[in-house]
C-alpha cells in the first residue's frame, strides 16, 4: 500500500471526513488562542476551564438543549467565580484557578454517576471525534469562526494586552475588558475542542502549539502562522493514525502534538536543548588559541537574541 493510499483511504468514510473538518477546525482556533495564553501566562487558566466545562455538558443533556450551551455556560461561571474569589479574599489565583476547576470537575463526574442515559457521557472525558454528526459539526464550525473571528478582530490590542498592559492602559485601552474578551473566547474554544480530544485533553490543544511556536521564533505574527500549522499537520496525523491503529484519536492528536514539541525543544538550532549544546561546541572549537594575535571574527552565530528568547 502506498503512502496516498494511506492518507485516501479513510477519506472514503464519511465519519472520516466529519472528523478531519472538525478537527481541523477545532486545531486552527486552539492554536491561535494558544499563543495568547502561552505569553499572558494563563496554561492554568485554560486547564481550568477545559475541565469546568463538564457539569454544563452533562446537564445540557439532560435538559436536552445543545452541549455547546451548557458548556459555554459553565465555562463563563467557572471564570466568574476565580475572578471572585481572587478579588474578594486572601486566596491567590493559583490556588482559586485549582479550587474552581476541580470542584466543577468532581460535579461533573457526580453527574455522570447518577444520571441515567443511553449515552455513554464517558465519551465527554476522553473525545469521541469519529462520532460527530453533522449537527454537531456544524455546532464545532460555528463557534471555532465565532471565536477565529474574534481573535483576528481584536488581535493587536489582546497582542499589546499580552506583551505590556501598561502601555495598553496608557493609550486608552482597557486591560480588564481585553482579559475578558480572552477569557470568553477561552471559554468558547474549550468548547470547541470538547468533542475532538475530551475533557482532559483539551489544554493540550490550548497550550502545546503555542508552546512549540514560541520555541521556533521571536516575532508573534510568525507564531501566529507557525501554531496552527502545527497544530493542523499534528491532529490530521493524529486521526489518520487512530484509524489505522485503531486507538484513542483525541489521544493520539495530542501525542503527535507533544511529540512535534519534544523535537523541536531538542532539535531547534538557537533554543532546542541539542542545538545549543551544538552551536556552544562549534563555538569553542573556533576561539583562537592563547596567544594568537588572531580573534574570531563575529559571525551569524554570534547574534545576540532578544532577551527572553
Known sequence: MSPLDLILEPLQYDFMVRA???TVAAAIVCALLSCW????GWSLMGDAVSHAVLPGVVLAY?????????????GVLAVVLIGAIRGTSRV?????IGIVFTTLFALGLVLISVTPSQTDLNHIIVGNILGVGMGDLFQ?????AVAFVVLVLKRRDLTLYAFDPLHAQAIGLSPRFLGGVLL????LTSVVALQVVGVVLVVAMLIVPGATAHLLTDRFGRMLLLAPSISVSSSVLGILLSFWLDASSGGLIVLVQ????????LLEPRRGLLG???TARRRRKQRPRAGSPEREAPGEDAAVLPRGS
Open 20 to 22: 478531519l473538518v472538525a
Open 37 to 40: 495564553l502561552v505569553l499572558v
Open 62 to 74: 439532560v435538559l436536552g438543549a445543545p452541549f455547546a450551551l451548557g458548556a459555554l455556560l459553565f
Open 92 to 96: 491567590k489565583e493559583d490556588a482559586a
Open 140 to 144: 464545532i464550525c460555528l463557534l471555532a
Open 184 to 187: 470568553g473566547v477561552l471559554a
Open 258 to 265: 507533544g511529540g512535534v514539541f519534544a523535537l523541536v525543544y
Open 276 to 278: 545549543r549544546g551544538l
